[in-house]
């Protein structure tokens, strides 16, 4: 470090923006179109003693650049930013922070909560804090990212395959008895043969992560003892959270990811990131200058037209990033290239999406960010998912994504539990249970022109935000005491879904009830037209005893309890996405009802007596069974019949002309003797899904 001492910085340049060593030095780039002066700040290797103040000596294009000669990776530095303290300006520089530089591969220190974080004095909130942060700010570390990827390749799952699998890196492995205690809730842990043997045997193909970047704990939740476990707090948008990472067999938090990735990869399942562009963790203008604020708050953040002191927030978490900015826009786009290129990753679950296409005016479809994904040749051919609703005014953005985009469907979610557990009033219908589970065409297909296959659609019936599907069948009621929020917080939907009481004389006890539901759920999630989504621990039949928001609880609450795991259930969910692939009952492309090569009509709907449903049976409230007839099916060879039964009683399901073979049946554990080969009709049991096949040699 003495040695830097006496170096002066040479002017550099102003790409890349972030801190890159070229083997004989490092550049330094911050963008700031509104700083005055921006000092580079060195520090000792334990990040704790300010060692060195330089100024970057060059100015350009809202760029402020400097070239340290001889420094390495691993020096560790942060940020100072000069200019006009104008809140009401939307200005908050305070040279007396330290920053953090948006850009950080590797964010060194342990965040602790200090008054002396904030730019403004706490007690008198007009005046500026003048005590210096530094020795407990977070820095970053110069890296050189130089990983022996031993010839990995992105599996490139295509999206008619694709099943997605969310999943949070600690809670997944954090109890798993097969994982060695050491690397158990880590990205280690992720790549252990114990966890890649459960998720390859699922069958599913591409893992969902929550968020993975550097985050950190608000300040509420600290002072109640809790943390931000699901990590939507983003700090540094390059940097993967130490928090996760085991530190036994990598160097880095950064080469552990990627060895995880690889790992992954060698079974053929993608690695796909939930990401967190909406918003940062400096919240309101009650929060601190920890980087982007004290970097240039008025071109990082929206503000409110008529008063830049406060911030307009679309993500209902204090502020709203500010895409509209071609530079914040480009520290987006750097990073999704960061992860795609460097740390291998194969697409994004974008958190809040409507966020990102909003311009002066709303959501804008053919927005700048949507444009500049469209034509970046990497970005292009990986995954990319949204989050179709933000809290801003007309933020509910449900197909309005462009082609190529896949969305999570909440109509989806909202009708199938209506649909299964009777909770919605008014009730689902067979119309609205019909419309979800062949690919949401009100959604997707609005015309040929604007017309999107419906794989776009990700169907899930269970995310990480609220219920497990456990708790959904076992619950009427949120019980959210432990979050500190008096059971206020999470969603407030009553299910009064009743498991059990429903009391006829051919009703299954209240355990085989719930082991119905639970089926009846993956089944229908699993089978449908579109992408599905698991969420993990609901194959095993997960609970969180009632919590419909654990997002702060970092305990036995969410983390998978592998000793209570069900595995007649996870054994089922592997065969119905067995069937899925084998099968692919709706195929990725839209039907008419016209009739297909083998006289049958593409697709048609029945009553249980046999005949077709007609206009007055769509919408009739008492009575939910339905077969669904599928002439041309997505990859099976002959026709298949989809039965569905939500009733409370078994219901006889008169049987099309033909020889049929069952496939599954929800309610039973064994298929082999529930179907005569002549059979007319079928004993649909309660709660229950059957999967039928037109026998090849039926005459």
Known sequence: MDTLITNTLLNGHPWPIGATWDGHG????????????MELCLFDEAGVVERVRMRLPAHTSDVWHGYLPGARPGLIYGLRADGLWDPEHGHRFNPHKLLLDPYARDVVGNFVWHDEHFGFNRQQTSLMDTRDNAAMALKARVVHDDFDWEGDRPPHVPIIDTVLYEMHVRGFSKTNPKVPQALRGTYGALAHDASLAHIKSLGVTSLSLLPVHFSIDEERLVQQGLSNYWGYNTLAFFAPNPALSCGQHWATARDEFRAMVKSVHAQGIEVLLDVVFNHTAESDETGPNLSFRGLDNASYYRLKADNHAQYENYSGCGNTLDIRQPRVLQMVMDSLRYWVSAM????????????????????????AFFTAIAQDPLLSRVKMIAEPWDVGPGGYQVGSF??????WNDRFRDVMRGFWLHTSHPPRTRGDFALRLCGSSDLYQHSQRRQRPPAESVNYVVSHDGFTLRDMVSYNERHNLANGENNADGHSDNLSNNCGAEGTTHEPSVNALRTRLQRALLATTLLAQGTPMLCAGDELGHSQAGNNNPYCQDNDTTWIDWDQADHDLIAFTAKVLSLRRQTHPLGNHWYSGLPSANGLADVSWLQSNGGEMHSQNWNDTTDGVLGCLIGHPGRARMPLLLLFNPQASDRIFDLPAGSWRLLLDTARNEVDDALRQDAASYPLLSHSVALLQLDPDAA
């Open 26 to 37: 490092v550049n330094f780039a911050v963008f700031s179109a509104h700083a005055q002066a």
């Open 402 to 407: 462009p082609r190529g985009w896949m969305e």
């Open 344 to 367: 291998h990753v194969d697409g994004f679950r974008f958190d809040l999406a409507p966020v990102l296409s909003r311009g002066d005016h709303g959501f804008e479809r053919g927005g």
